[in-house]
């Protein structure tokens, strides 16, 4: 009988022990998974733009990128169709970006401009980089009544380009050289001056221009992470690059139609893949060297 009870005791104490030993490990589990960092399901734990930090720490500048991730999460149709776009378009765009010296997240800076098509802006601006007439002239590019270069998407890269180097020269980021392509060389530098900063993230500037550069940073995240925001799309849904050959002309074309017949295509798909030339015919009594190209295929 005293055995017996011996025992008992003894199972007694060994399975209080257990309870003691599993409540303490549990606590002690609980209590690291409290202490550990919340860590958002998209929001990034570090940002930059070409290689420069974004202060996530500062709280209006995390709040601002935030925003910008919220709204172009939940704008499905434009997200998704700049994603198929960008298949597309960043293979003639990066090139360029690198031939010039220019970080590859500019890229981004055409997404927000126009959707990566040739869009048309109540102001008159125009094309992917969204170039007002008078700028794109001066940056060398053709615009009246018959042709547009606006509308090219390879010189008007070029173009941006030149405005890049010229805005990270005179502000020494790039940083700010994006704000500026939105907010002007001269309207960011007047608040530079009367807020006494030299840092984007800590000026106040317009709305539209505060927003610019969170605008690119919550693109780059969204684009170079699809799956990660739910935008899963295979490479048959992305919008292909149609092989191409490039005719040059140096006079002119009477008529645009006849001379796409002459190629094998017709008018529309003459001026979808050259949208800038703007009028039924080629005027050039100077004799400039145009280059036209005709897609091999897709048509």
């Given amino acids: 009988m005293k055995r017996i009870e011996r025992i008992s005791i003894l199972l007694t104490v060994v399975f209080a022990s257990g309870l003691l030993i599993f409540a303490t490990t549990y606590a002690s589990k609980d209590k690291l998974d409290k202490e550990k960092e919340y860590v958002s399901p998209y929001f990034p734990v570090t940002a930059n733009f070409a290689g420069e930090a974004t202060p996530l720490k500062i709280s209006d500048v995390k709040e601002r990128l935030d925003r ?10 434009s997200t998704i169709l700049a994603l198929k776009r ?25 997404v927000i401009e126009s959707g990566l098509v040739n869009a048309v802006s109540g102001a008159g601006a125009r094309g992917v980089w969204q170039f007002m007439p008078e700028t794109a002239k001066e940056r060398g590019m053709e615009v009246n009544d018959i042709v547009d270069e606006r509308y090219n998407l390879e010189k008007s890269t070029e173009a941006a380009c030149s405005y890049f180097l010229i805005a990270k020269a005179k502000f020494g980021t790039w940083t700010l050289a994006a704000a500026s392509y939105n907010g002007g060389m001269g309207g960011v530098n007047k608040q530079m001056d009367i807020q006494k900063e030299s840092n984007y993230y800590d000026l106040l500037l317009t709305e539209e221009t505060s927003r610019y550069v969170f605008r690119i940073l919550a693109l780059k995240e969204i684009m170079k992470n699809p799956d990660k925001f739910g935008f899963s799309l295979a490479n048959e849904e992305l919008y292909a690059i149609l092989p191409t050959k490039k005719i040059a002309v140096d006079s002119t074309i009477n008529d645009l139609a006849s001379f796409a017949k002459a190629q094998g295509i017709n008018y529309k798909i003459l001026k979808i893949h050259n949208p800038w030339l703007r009028d039924k015919k080629l005027e050039n009594p100077t004799n400039k060297k145009y280059t036209i190209e005709i897609p091999l295929s897709g048509y």
């Fill in 68 to 77: 910008e991730l919220i709204v172009n999460i939940n704008l499905h149709a």
């Fill in 86 to 110: 960008a298949n597309r378009a960043f293979p003639v765009i990066e090139p360029i970006l690198k031939e010039n010296g220019i970080p590859d997240d500019f890229k981004y800076l055409a």
